[in-house]
Structures are given as structure tokens and as C-alpha cells.
């Protein structure tokens, strides 16, 4: 081989390995999470009774988003609250879900058909918590 083929193969391959220590660190820089408003609703059930509550639509600001996804942080905090509290007004063992959306209207829609689905069925006792109750807590990092 000729020295200018050396030169470039050699050039092509610190280069190569620049580049992928380069790529290495971007991943690392963790940027910060978008904050935002939402509207949340509760829903809770347990399978040894009929009872299903439903919490107020409710709207948080200042919560926090996965930067790549825009998945609500913390989803699963967000319900812990709810099955707190519950536990603590003696309704122990209870299944606990939240829906939000960035939108009022489409969460809404999603309380509305859900409520809909408990009402059709016959032996289901629907309770409601009022945000005087219940109110959900940001859940801030």
C-alpha cells in the first residue's frame, strides 16, 4: 500500500472513533423535562365490592413531561395519592388510575365514557370526590 492510502485509512478510523465518542456524550446531557398544564381525573375500584369512585377533573400546573415521549412524570405517583387517601377514609385495597390530557375537552371525553360504562352496568355505586376532598398534589423533582 501506498502511504497516502495508510494515511487515509488511518485518518478514517480516528475519525470514526471521534464521532462515536462524540455520539457517547450527547446521549449523556440529560436537558431539562417540559412543564406544562393538565387536566387529571381519579377513577378507583377494588374487586371484592361495587363501589367505584371517581375524582373531579382537575388541573395541574407545572407538571413535568418526558422530554422524547411527552409521557406525564410520575403517572404512577399521581395515583398513589389517590389510593392514599382512600385508605385513609377506610376504603382500603383499592385499584387506583388517573387519566390526564393537555386539553380540557379530551379529558372530558374520556371521564364522560367511562362514567358511562359504570352506569350501564346494574349493581355499581358510583361515588364522586369533590376536589374539596381529594385534590391531587404536583409532583415537582
Do not use: P
Not at 377494588?46 to 422524547?68: A, C, M
Not at 358510583?126 to 409532583?139: D, M, Q, S, T, W
Amino acid at each position: 500500500m501506498r502511504l497516502t492510502t495508510k494515511i487515509i485509512l488511518v485518518m478514517a478510523a480516528v475519525l470514526a472513533v471521534w464521532n462515536t465518542e462524540l455520539s457517547a456524550k450527547k446521549k449523556n446531557v440529560q436537558k431539562e423535562n417540559k412543564r406544562g398544564t393538565i387536566y387529571m381525573f381519579g377513577f378507583a375500584s377494588s374487586f371484592n365490592d361495587s363501589t367505584v369512585f371517581f375524582t373531579d377533573i382537575q388541573q395541574l400546573d407545572s407538571v413535568q413531561f418526558e422530554r422524547k415521549t411527552n409521557f406525564l412524570l410520575d403517572r404512577d405517583n399521581y395515583s398513589y395519592q389517590l389510593r392514599d387517601y382512600l385508605a385513609s377514609a377506610g376504603e382500603e385495597h383499592r385499584t387506583c388510575v388517573v387519566s390526564y390530557a393537555t386539553d380540557r375537552k379530551k379529558v372530558e371525553k374520556k371521564f364522560l365514557k367511562m362514567r358511562k360504562r359504570y352506569l350501564s352496568k346494574k349493581g355499581y355505586l358510583l361515588k364522586y370526590l369533590k376536589a374539596e376532598e381529594f385534590a391531587f398534589e404536583v409532583i415537582s423533582q
